[in-house]
Every structure is written in structure tokens, then in C-alpha cells.
């Protein structure tokens, strides 16, 4: 795959310049804008919102094997438009990419799929909810009970997963901003999941039992022009208490973050920019780049202050866009473990 | 003082003009000759590579259908929710250009047209029809589509979005599915996602170069031949200009002019003219190449399927090789030269050395090579193997039989002379023996190219002998009939069975089989079979054993390649060996056959049912007409025999339009050598007819002299020829032809032809010693007087 699918991909037929992380600041010319006060309606909203440019259907999961060793797992669907609608056959304007990665203490292996909608290669349906591309499954009689199945050259696995909470709503209601200028974008999470598998490595198969965190978000201008990529953090505290933060790195050097607070019983508090911040503590070199793979996060409104390390600093997503994806260990004011995504290191 | 030098160095040239036209014209045509055919060469592996990239043809497996050429979308998409990484492609012609679509998504790395990715305009509004082809391609698809010039896709192609090429062919499913070479872990095996398909691995597309290669080393071999007859041009030009500048040189030097300095602008006049030369050749090359590329093309096409351009572009490769082959030839031809100048001593005689030319240690030089070289050539006949060690030995011929005319030549002569005593005869010979080792290399020169005639013109007589015979055999049944489906399959057979014809059904599919890209057959045993084909080798019951399934026919490619032969076995598939039975001649057919019963064939291709029939009948119009009425034919589906015979026979002349071509182009250089030869000498010959024409001899009759001593010569290298000239024959047919092709052709001898080529070697020679005789009517008596007072 070449770099210039990659531009194509994201961006406007038209030829607009691409901007931002992966194209995604480029301007929204065409599709539909979010606005605040959403309404969601499901089992529909849990599909696909073909008006929009971007979309995703994003898992990850913090899993421990029978001896205790922890994994970590990435299942993504993403859906990105080259324009607004739907179409029948090849002449659709969706472009549907897929990443998995199972990440362990000593490697990580990254593997990614391509399909043009419109053929049934790959799709989401909302209900009963299946979303797949090939051979990649996240499907199930509705969205508290799942399967989920993805294979590559060196590994694949097969999970099942329940949902032990409600549906969490991110930034206000839902409505998601990203920068000062108001981008933003649709953004829920079902952070809940209890999931159980089998893990399929190059040497060895393993059952693996632990949590899940799914993300689903859809926009059409997730970045302003001047923010070059963010770093993302979902924490699962031990006493059942979770938080969702990022902060948007922008071109002239200062952050926009959000963040939400998640109790264990689903209650959210969602914090505007300024509440919660997260500074590179340490680097490493990872695939020829200078990635901080250990970070301080503060959230000085819960009186989280905790350092957060990667559990494999080099789990580096070597794929069409690139960026860091893996599970990390944190300890300081609270304990627990979760997910970094790191975009935007060139 | 190098100002000096070099203008009067120039001042021969200018002096003799013709020899310059004779230098620069002979090493042009050389140039133009040997870089035209490496344009096409070249041009032809540009369009393999350009294949190879845009299609990715010999590099990805495919998945293919069992039967038919379509496989329904819904395969695709299943094989894909299945875990099979596979990338559709769908083919189809428009407009005489071959349309190929893709996914750009999920096609391999670097597949498809560079400037692919703007075909992701499928979301555009308008849903323009986007294709991607080189310019002449794009002029060929004006008004049915919008094309994109990019001058790296293949000729006579254009690609596109699947779904956009879905489109502008009318359907709605693809052709085939490109394996990629990485798969994911763990996903099901063909047969159970989709057993409609089968693997076509890499290997067998990869295989148009290996059987395209012998062509193209055919083409090559001309066009060194042909180098090398111009180079003879060059080596005597060079050669009369550096005896007639002796005396010049020796001035320059007894003037004080330093041997280097001299040496060095020798070489500087000479190389670049050779330069100049070869610029011109380059472009006479181009022009050849420009008209002989179509036909090239048509005959890849016709013979092995392989496409390319039809148009000729400039390439360093082509250009580059004839500028330096011009260079290092004309180098050749000087350095023997120079050296003879640096030893030559201040003030050595100039006086002509006419009588010194002719001395004895050539003529013994001359045969010990050509003696080395015809021994080599017979060694390699025996022991050699391959294609190159065959076109070696052809060299090692050609060479040393030339090597060898002079001197068998001064001997012929020689006898003649004795034998004759009357004065003028005695006299004409003489001076015929005398002329001898100036006119040796344009003699030679006429003898390869007469001789090269000769060779190919029996080959190529002796191949459309046989081959007309062949397809008689093989094309017995006067209807072919191609159906698509099983259904049509069983209709029409059964419907000709019922009007008690003869049928011949037959059942076919692509393997590699003893390692080599293979069709086999199964057809069923009848009279037709048994009464046509003669078998080059067989046991005496050949046929009876094929319908048992107990054993097989080969092709002659086939048994030839693998090294087998009647009573060997052959290894059809894994699991089934079986005895050969007979082995057939296949003409002009690069893939082996194995043919074996329907009942063996069914076992290796359960599901598989026979697509093409031929069908005996007497009234074929009528048949035609009932089976479109009754079994619901198309016509299209229907072929007579007289069709596909003008058609194999039209493949087969244009394979050889291209070295008639190339033949009629070397006589030619031969015979412009002997003219330059010839007049060049005419100067030096000046001394020797002046006493004789004091003695009485008219220029008149002198002239007439001249005239019958080209003819005589001419006859002599005829009669030399034609020996030659059927050795080459039978190189050609039982070496060349068998390891380039696989099948060994017949000799035939066809005297009559041998005949005419002899009158128009004596025509070319008259023609190219009329003008150096007009010349001799015309020269002044003054002329010939001073050659008594101006001894030098």
C-alpha cells in the first residue's frame, strides 16, 4: 500500500490538502457537522452513520493468561468516507480499514485489512449488531453480548464478551469537542466488557480471561487544522472506577484535553479543557522514533496523580497510518491498568 | 602542426569521395541493421516488464474457474469473510484494447498504474469512466472512455477500477482472484470455501519469457550477422584508404611530424567519422525497426499470446549498443592498421603493393583459422547442447567457410589458369587471382549473405511444406465447435449423435507436467484419429493402448524438453505415471501435450466436461444452420477447418516476414561491398591494365573483361554458397529449431529456388561492377599513358 492511498483515503475527492493526523483535520466540506444536544437512538446508533467522514468501531482489552501474564488486545473497524451516503456495489463511497493487535510483555504484532463497501466485504449492521471485514468479526444478538474474532499472518484470536454496565456518554451528552474552535465529534463508550478467549500466537495458544473498553465515534472533522495528533488514555482503577482522558497536541505547542469520569456503577463526569493533563515522563525509541512511553496523569478534580507505564514500550501499530497503540500499568495515587494510543509521533 | 596533419589526412577524403561515402554508408547500414533489431528486442522485454508490473503476471498465484472464464462476485466476497486475502481482477476487451480491472484496496503492492489512486473518483457524482493506458493505447479508446496517459502500463492495456470496468464491459462479475502472498493463520482450504475454483500458480505466466526468448535470440543472431557484413565494408574501406594514404604518411613524417601526433589524429579522423556514421545507422535503424515492429508483434502475439507495443521508443539500451558497436568495430579494423604504421620504416617504398597483397603468408594464415574454426564448428556439433552453443557453431561455420573462399578461390583459379592458353584468358585470370585478396572480404561478404539465403529460405520452404501437411492431418474434421456450459455440452452431443455423425469431443485443461507449462487432452479414440495422424515414433498398437487408458501420446515439444521417448513414462500428475505410446509432431506450438483417453482424463477432472468438438460432415453450411436451430448454438461458436488453417498458416508466414526482411536487407550490404570493393580498387588497378591496354586490349574490351570477371566470381562464390548454405539449413532445422522449439522439422531441397538466388547473385555482382566498368570505358587515355611516366 502505497502513501498516496493513504492521503486518498481521507481525504475529499476534490483534492483538498490533507491536514492534521491522518488527514483528519481536513475541512469537513460536504458531510455532516455534530452538534451539541445529540440524541441517540439504539439499537441504530450503534451502525453506521454514512453522512459522516469518519467512523470507528474501537476494542481494546487488558487480558491476563493463566499464569498471570498480561496481554493486551486491539480489535478496530474503521469506516471513512470519501463521500457522504451510501451506494450499492463498487461505485460506494466507503472505505472500510480494520487493524488487530495482540500485545505481550516481550512482542507485539500488528496486522490490517482493507475492503470497499458496498460488496459485503465489510460493513456494520445495528441490529442484531455485526460489524466485520473479511474474516474479522464483532458480531451479536445486540450490544451486551458479543463475539469477536480477527486473524493475521502471525495471530488470531476468538473471544466472547458481556457487558457488565451501561453505555457511557463522552464531553456533553455525547458531544465530543476536540479543540477551541468546536470540532468535535459523536463519542460513547461501553467501557464494561468482561471478555474471555483464546489467543492464538506464534508459538503458543492461551486462554485469556479480562476487561474491555469499547469506543465508538464518528465525525467529520475531528481535529482543527493545527493539531497534529493526540494521546489517548482509558484507566480502569481497581476499585471499579475508570477515566477516559486525551489531550490534543497542537501545532504551536499547548494541549486541549478532556477527560471523563466513569464510576463503577456508570455515573459520568465529563471534564472540559484544562482539568486533565498528562507529560511525557520517558522515551523510548520505538521504530526509529522518539515515542514517550511513560507518562504522568493528573486529574487534580478526583485526585488522580499516578504514573503510567507501557507494558511492551514497543508496541508501535507498523501499518498504512502508523501510530502507538498498547496496554500499560499504572501506580501512584490509585493502581490499575488500561490503554494508551499515542497518534501523530513522526 | 596537428592543423596541418589533420587536413591533410582529410584531404584523401576529399580527394576520394567515394570511399568516404563508401566508409560512412557501409558502417551506417552495419549500425542500422544490428540496432534495429535490438530495438525490437528491446521494445519487446519494455512491454514483458511492463507487464509483469501493471498485471502482476508471473508473480502472484491466482485463483482461476474449473470451467468457463467468470467467477460470480458473491465468490469473491465469500472467499474474503472466509480469511482467503484475495484481490479481484475482471478482464474483457473494448475496442480492441484489453480493459483490466482491480481494487486498488486490496490489490498487492505497486500493482496497477502509478497514478492509480486518483481512481478513487468511483465516489464522484458523475461516475466518469476513469482507465489508465500509455498514449497509443489512450488515442485507441477515444470517445468510449476517459483515459489518463501513464507511459508504464503495458501496451495494448488499460487499467481501472473494477467497478468502473465492470461497467463499461457490461457485467457484474469478475475474472479472476490474485492470491496474496501473505495469509492469515488458520483460514479453510480451497475446496471448502469455494471448490468452483482452482490455484494457477505464478509460475506457469512467468513462462512467456522463457518461450519468447528463443524468438527474440533468433532475431539477434540476424542482426550480428548482418553487423557483420557491414563491418567486412568498413574493414576493407578502411584498409584501401590507409594503402592509398601510405605515401602521404610517409611525407608527413619525413616533414618531421611526430609518429604520436600522427598515430592520435589518425585514430580522432577515423573514430569520428565512425560517429558520425553510426548516428546516421542509429537512425536508418530506428526507421527499420519502426517498420518491422508490427509484424514482430503480430507474430508474439499470434504464436505465444504475449503482447507488445506496437510503437517504437527510444531506449539507451538499443542506441547506446549500436553507437558502440560502430566504435569498437571501426577500433578493430584501425588497430591492425596503426600497428602497421608505427613499424613501417621512415622511407619505405610506396610503389603500389599490388603483387605484395597477394603473398603467401595470407593465404596460409587464412587456412589455418579457417580450418580451426570449421573443426570447432564440428566438435560443437557433436558435443554441444543449448541454444547458445547452436547459434555458436552456426558463427564458427559461416566464419570459417569464409575464411576459407579466398583461398580456395586462388586455387580454383589457379587451375583454371593452367588449364587456359590462350594470352587475354591466360592473362584474365591471372589478373583475377591478382584481384583476389582485395575483393576477398566483399566475396566473403556476398557469401555469407547468399549462403544465409539459402539456409533460410530451405528452412523456411521445408517448414511450410510440412506444416501444411501437419495441419492437414490435424484439422481432418471440417467443423470445431466451442461450447460454454455442461448443459451445451451434453445437448450437442447428443443431438450429433443422433444425426450418426462422426464426433470428436474433446476434454482439456492446463498442467505442468514433467516440469514444463503443458495442456492435456482426453478425447475419444475414433477413425478419424486412427486414419490422419502420423506419429513420428510409435508402438504398433498405439491408439488401441491410448483408448485403454493404459497409455499416452506426447508432443514432440514434450518428449524432447523432458528427454523422453516412446516406451518411457511420463508423470501426467501426482498420483498417475503412464507409458508412452506415441510421439507426435506439434508445428509451431511452444507447450508440450499429453492425450490420453476421456475415461483417464475424467479421473484427474471429475467434474469436468468437454468444451470444444470436432465434427466430421459433408455438408457443412446445412450442419451449421441445423445446429443453431436446434441445440441453440451461436454461429460465433462454430469454425470450418478452412478457417483455422488460413489462420495458422497466416501465424505462421508473418513469423517469418520479419528474417525475409532481414535476408533481403544483407544481400543488399553484400552487394554494396562488392561495388565499393570494386571501385575503391578501380585506382589501384590503374598500373595493372595500362600495359595491357598499350598492348592493344580496347577499355572497351576491358571493360566487357571486368563485367565477366564479376560474373565469374559471383558463380564461384555461388557454387561455394549453396554447399554452405544447406549446412546452415541443417543446423538450423535439426539443432537450432529443436533446442529453441522443441520439434525437429524435415530438410527438404528445393533446387529451382537455389537457382534463382544464384541469378540474382550474379545480377547483384554485374550491377555493382557495371559502374567501376564505365568507369574504366571512360578513363582517358592520359591516364593510362601516365602510369609509364609517372613511376614512383
Not at chain 2, 282 to 310: E, K, N
Not at chain 2, 500 to 519: D, F, K, Y
Request: glycine share 8%; aromatic share 10%.
Amino acid at each position: 500500500m502505497n502513501v498516496r492511498l493513504l492521503l486518498c483515503l481521507c481525504l475529499f475527492p476534490f483534492a483538498v490538502m490533507a491536514q492534521g493526523f491522518s488527514g483528519l483535520g481536513t475541512d469537513a466540506e460536504g458531510f455532516a457537522k455534530p452538534r451539541p444536544d445529540p440524541v441517540f437512538r439504539f439499537p441504530a446508533d450503534h451502525g453506521p452513520h454514512p453522512e459522516y467522514r469518519i467512523e470507528w468501531w474501537y476494542l481494546t482489552a487488558n487480558l491476563d493468561g493463566p499464569d498471570g501474564t498480561p496481554y493486551g488486545l486491539q480489535w478496530t473497524l474503521f469506516r471513512s468516507a470519501l463521500a457522504p451516503g451510501e451506494a450499492e456495489g463498487w461505485t460506494s463511497p466507503q472505505i472500510w480499514f480494520a487493524h488487530a493487535a495482540v500485545t505481550t510483555p516481550e512482542q507485539h504484532m500488528a496486522t490490517e485489512r482493507f475492503a470497499r463497501g458496498g460488496i459485503g466485504q465489510a460493513g456494520v449492521e445495528a441490529a442484531p449488531f455485526r460489524a466485520w471485514i473479511d474474516d474479522w468479526t464483532l458480531e451479536g444478538p445486540d450490544f451486551d453480548t458479543l463475539t469477536l474474532r480477527a486473524s493475521g499472518p502471525d495471530f488470531s484470536y476468538d473471544m466472547s464478551l458481556s457487558a457488565e454496565g451501561p453505555l457511557v456518554f463522552h464531553g456533553a451528552e455525547g458531544f465530543s469537542v476536540k479543540s477551541a474552535k468546536g470540532q468535535a465529534s459523536y463519542y460513547y463508550s461501553q467501557p464494561f466488557f468482561r471478555i474471555e478467549g483464546t489467543l492464538r500466537l506464534p508459538e503458543t495458544e492461551v486462554a485469556v480471561t479480562g476487561n474491555a473498553w469499547l469506543d465508538r465515534e464518528w465525525s467529520s472533522q475531528p481535529l482543527a487544522d493545527t493539531q497534529s495528533g493526540w494521546d489517548w488514555f482509558s484507566l480502569a482503577f481497581k476499585d471499579g472506577a475508570k477515566l477516559m482522558g486525551f489531550q490534543l497536541r497542537q501545532t504551536d505547542g499547548s494541549q486541549y484535553s478532556a477527560a471523563t469520569w466513569i464510576t463503577a456503577d456508570g455515573t459520568t463526569t465529563a471534564y472540559r479543557d484544562g482539568a486533565f493533563a498528562a507529560k511525557p515522563l520517558a522515551t523510548s525509541d520505538v521504530a526509529g522514533r522518539a515515542v514517550p512511553t511513560e507518562w504522568r496523569v493528573l486529574l487534580p478534580d478526583r485526585g488522580v496523580d499516578v504514573t503510567v507505564s507501557a507494558l511492551n514500550p514497543q508496541a508501535w501499530m507498523d501499518l498504512t497510518i502508523p501510530y502507538w497503540e498498547g496496554p500499560v500499568r499504572f501506580s501512584g495515587s490509585h493502581e490499575g491498568r488500561g490503554y494508551l494510543e499515542m497518534t501523530g509521533y513522526e | 602542426m596537428m592543423r596541418a596533419c589533420l587536413v591533410a589526412l582529410l584531404s584523401h577524403w576529399w580527394r576520394n569521395p567515394l570511399q568516404l561515402f563508401a566508409f560512412l554508408a557501409g558502417l551506417a547500414l552495419a549500425t542500422a541493421l544490428w540496432s534495429g533489431v535490438q530495438a525490437i528486442n528491446a521494445e519487446a522485454r519494455a512491454s514483458y516488464d511492463a507487464a509483469a508490473t501493471t498485471l502482476g503476471e508471473g508473480q502472484y498465484d491466482q485463483l482461476v474457474p474449473r470451467q468457463g472464464n467468470a467467477i460470480a462476485q458473491d465468490v469473491y466476497v465469500g472467499l474474503r469473510r472466509a480469511g482467503w486475502l484475495v484481490s479481484p481482477v475482471i478482464e474483457g476487451r473494448l475496442a480492441d484494447v484489453r480493459l483490466v480491472g482491480i481494487d486498488v484496496l486490496t490489490a498487492p503492492g505497486g500493482l496497477g498504474a502509478a497514478e492509480m489512486d486518483q481512481a478513487m473518483a468511483i465516489a464522484d457524482p458523475e461516475a466518469r469512466a476513469l482507465l489508465f493506458a500509455n498514449a497509443a493505447t489512450a488515442r485507441a479508446l477515444e470517445g468510449v472512455a476517459e483515459v489518463q496517459a501513464d507511459p508504464g502500463v503495458a501496451p495494448g492495456v488499460a487499467v481501472g477500477d473494477v467497478g468502473v470496468v465492470q461497467r463499461l464491459l457490461g457485467r457484474d462479475d469478475l475474472s479472476r482472484l490474485l492470491v496474496l502472498p501473505e495469509q492469515p493463520m488458520g483460514r479453510p482450504d480451497l475446496a471448502s470455501v469455494a471448490p468452483q475454483l482452482r490455484v494457477q500458480s505464478s509460475q506457469q505466466a512467468a513462462d512467456l519469457e522463457q518461450l519468447t526468448d528463443s524468438f527474440h535470440l533468433n532475431l539477434t543472431a540476424f542482426g550480428l550477422l548482418s553487423f557483420a557484413v557491414g563491418l567486412f565494408i568498413v574493414h576493407s574501406t578502411i584498409g584501401l584508404a590507409f594503402e592509398q594514404r601510405r605515401g602521404m604518411i610517409r611525407t608527413l613524417r619525413s616533414l618531421g611530424v611526430p609518429l604520436r601526433l600522427l598515430t592520435g589524429v589518425i585514430i580522432v579522423e577515423m573514430l569520428s567519422l565512425a560517429f558520425i556514421a553510426a548516428a546516421v545507422g542509429i537512425f536508418l535503424g530506428y526507421l527499420i525497426a519502426g517498420l518491422l515492429l508490427p509484424d514482430v508483434a503480430a507474430t508474439l502475439r499470434g504464436l505465444y499470446g504475449a503482447q507488445i507495443s506496437g510503437t517504437l521508443e527510444l531506449r539507451a539500451e538499443w542506441w547506446l549498443s549500436g553507437l558502440l558497436m560502430s566504435l569498437l568495430g571501426t577500433g578493430a579494423a584501425l588497430a591492425g592498421r596503426i600497428w602497421q604504421i608505427r613499424r613501417m620504416p621512415l622511407l619505405a617504398s610506396v610503389r603500389p603493393r599490388a603483387w605484395a597483397m597477394a603473398g603467401a603468408g595470407r593465404v596460409r594464415w587464412l587456412t589455418i583459422a579457417s580450418v580451426l574454426l570449421l573443426g570447432s564448428a564440428a566438435v560443437l556439433g557433436v558435443v554441444g547442447s543449448g541454444l547458445l552453443a547452436a547459434f555458436t557453431l552456426l558463427a564458427f561455420l559461416l566464419v570459417g567457410a569464409a575464411l576459407a573462399l579466398p583461398v580456395l578461390a586462388g586455387v580454383v583459379l589457379g587451375l583454371v589458369q593452367a588449364r587456359t592458353t590462350a594470352p587475354v584468358w591466360n592473362w584474365f585470370w591471372a589478373d583475377t587471382r591478382q584481384q583476389l585478396p582485395g575483393l576477398s572480404l566483399a566475396l566473403m561478404a556476398l557469401l555469407l549473405a547468399v549462403s544465409a539465403n539459402i539456409g533460410v529460405s530451405t528452412m523456411v520452404s521445408s517448414f511450410r511444406l510440412t506444416f501444411t501437411g501437419f495441419l492437414d492431418q490435424r484439422l481432418a474434421p471440417e467443423l470445431f465447435i466451442e461450447v460454454d456450459s455442461a448443459r451445451q455440452s451434453t445437448a450437442l452431443e447428443a443431438y450429433l449423435s443422433d444425426q450418426g455423425l462422426e464426433v470428436l469431443p474433446l476434454l482439456t485443461a492446463s498442467r505442468q507436467i514433467e516440469g514444463q507449462p503443458a495442456r492435456l487432452f482426453g478425447l475419444r479414440v475414433s477413425p478419424t484419429y486412427r486414419d490422419n495422424w502420423v506419429f513420428l515414433a510409435a508402438t504398433p498398437d498405439a491408439w488401441d493402448s491410448v483408448d485403454a487408458g493404459s497409455a499416452v501420446v506426447v508432443n514432440e515439444q514434450l518428449a524432447r524438453r523432458a528427454g523422453l521417448w516412446v516406451g518411457d513414462v511420463v508423470n501426467v500428475a501426482p498420483e498417475l505415471t503412464l507409458p508412452i505410446a506415441a510421439v507426435v509432431g506439434d508445428y509451431g506450438n511452444p507447450k508440450g501435450q499429453v492425450i490420453t483417453s476421456q475415461a483417464v482424463f475424467r479421473d484427474l477432472y471429475p467434474d469436468s466436461y468437454p468444451a470444444q468438438f470436432g465434427v466430421r460432415s459433408d455438408n457443412v453450411p446445412r450442419l451449421r444452420q441445423k445446429i443453431v436451430e436446434e441445440v441453440g448454438l451461436s454461429e460465433n461458436a462454430m469454425t470450418n477447418q478452412a478457417a483455422v488453417k488460413a489462420i495458422s498458416m497466416e501465424v505462421f508466414e508473418r513469423t517469418f516476414t520479419v528474417t525475409q526482411a532481414l535476408n533481403v536487407l544483407t544481400l543488399g550490404v553484400a552487394g554494396f561491398a562488392i561495388l565499393t570493393s570494386l571501385l575503391t580498387l578501380a585506382d589501384l588497378r590503374v598500373p595493372q591494365l595500362a600495359p595491357v591496354w598499350a598492348l592493344g586490349l580496347t577499355r572497351r574490351r576491358l571493360a566487357r573483361l571486368e563485367l565477366l570477371r564479376a560474373v565469374a566470381l559471383s558463380l564461384l562464390v555461388f557454387i561455394c554458397a549453396v554447399p554452405l548454405g544447406l549446412a546452415l539449413a541443417w543446423v538450423l532445422l535439426n539443432i537450432v529449431n529443436v533446442e529453441a522449439f522443441g520439434w525437429r522439422l524435415p530438410m527438404y531441397l528445393f533446387p529451382g529456388d537455389y537457382i534463382v538466388l544464384g541469378g540474382y547473385a550474379i545480377v547483384a555482382a554485374l550491377l555493382a561492377a557495371t559502374w567501376p566498368a564505365l568507369r574504366l570505358v571512360r578513363t582517358p587515355p592520359a591516364t593510362l599513358l601516365k602510369v609509364f611516366a609517372n613511376e614512383r
